[in-house]
DNA sequence: ACAGATGTTAAACATTTGTTTATGATACTG
DNA sequence: CAGTATCATAAACAAATGTTTAACATCTGT
């Protein structure tokens, strides 16, 4: 079989078209709120190349699942991979790189981790396994302190991390800028590091002051008289 | 007018167990992948009914929305108001205590935050505000350290503490517990304060360091040549 | 007990939605 | 140029969906 066959593009030709306006949709909408006519005229093509091209509604769907998660796995593997070579890069950061060349990745990749497909699921625990990795390999050198329980830290932290990609909109609103952007991740981890640097109390001594708001507190360790 | 009419208990009744249940499949699937006659098959009533009650199914979904977003303001003044007594409740301490009577509010208003509703996308902003005025005043009463910049500090502990009602079913699995209940919120507490305590690196002076993965990092306030 | 709300249903309706089918255009090969 | 495989469309279809309508039951107050 010759190679002369266009698919040597692949993207660019209306198949891909299809997919990548319907991952933008599904991304703003869900999946189930946008209809395959919406898609085609979004797309400039007809309903029906639509299902031709990918059997159904439910094919694209799974097509554009599917793409979400490859690409998702592959940004788990660069991650995993930086760590091990001692690299430098932060998830937020990864995801604000790539947003550049595919804007409705973002915005998909949130529908994908609130939607709960069952494929997706297990995206989490392998980017939590993955960035637990390279927190043991931190604290072995000696630049993290060790935590009482390395596993629930790192949740805590990657959860952190990705409620930059859940809660974009509404913290572009709330603070001004877009943390998702080169230029805005830079004052955003600022504040982060700052946060993760010297804490937020101002006598670390004191943490079992019983604050206020914010901080989670009450470990329910010590109880208190009412 | 009496007040013999059986709306003395207004809830229990059909058109709240209509509510109740919408909500519950709305939160799942989306409003949109649910349809009239699921809703009406899973509260007991006729789709007929559904309609009599709310009008349509748009309706429906306004007083399910109404509610939630209702539910979530009260929460809000809670916490604003315990703020200003100084009074101890986290945000998810909130949401773990309200989680046991409405079970599906939670996965509701996770739905609510992603969709990006327009009356939901003020909630966050109205929710820090409360939450930097809490801090504000933590900072003037010397119990927390102020921040280079307290609204972007503020966001970022308030996603924190979001980050638990979006991303809860991933980290229940991840980490064996759930988080929004009373005993698994004194374990995932006692991580969270633990950073916000001590932060998590070994020498709180190293943290130019080109740690590796996990926390944001290289604020680029100071490039690094390739 | 009777008139009238009120709560509820079953069946019918119009529209929308995913999908199919038959047909046409376009480009590449021999 | 003819043949053919690929790409694409328009119109038709069947199922599903939101909604309406008319009738039925159940309670309420006089």
Redesign the pocket.
């Known amino acids: 079989m ?1 190679l ?4 040597a593009k692949d993207d660019l ?3 891909a078209v299809i997919r990548e306006t319907a991952m933008g949709l599904f991304a703003e909408r869900g999946a ?1 709120a ?7 005229a979004a797309a ?17 769907k799974d097509a554009v699942e599917g793409r979400a998660i490859a690409f998702f796995e592959e940004m788990i593997g660069e991650f995993a991979r930086l760590g091990e070579e001692g690299g430098s890069a932060s998830l937020a950061e990864l995801f604000a790189g790539r947003l550049e060349s595919e804007p409705a990745m973002v915005d998909y990749i949130r529908r994908l981790l609130v939607d709960g497909g069952e494929a997706a699921s297990g995206l989490f625990a392998r980017l939590l396994d993955a960035t637990e990795a390279g927190m043991r390999a931190l604290a072995g050198a000696g630049v993290v302190r060790p935590a009482p329980d390395e596993r629930i830290r790192t949740a805590f932290l990657l959860a952190n991390d990705l409620s930059l990609v859940l809660l974009r909109r509404q913290i572009t609103q709330a603070v001004g800028f877009d943390p998702l952007t080169r230029e805005g991740l830079g004052t955003w981890s600022a504040a982060v590091i700052d946060v993760y640097t010297s804490g937020i109390f101002a006598f670390p001594a004191a943490q079992q002051v019983p604050g206020e708001a914010e901080p989670d507190e009450q470990p329910l360790k010590e109880g208190h008289n009412p």
């Open positions: 010759i002369n066959m266009r698919i030709r209306a198949v189930a946008v209809t395959v006519r919406e898609i085609a400039g093509v007809s309903p029906g190349l639509v299902i031709h091209h990918y059997g159904s509604k439910d094919g694209l």
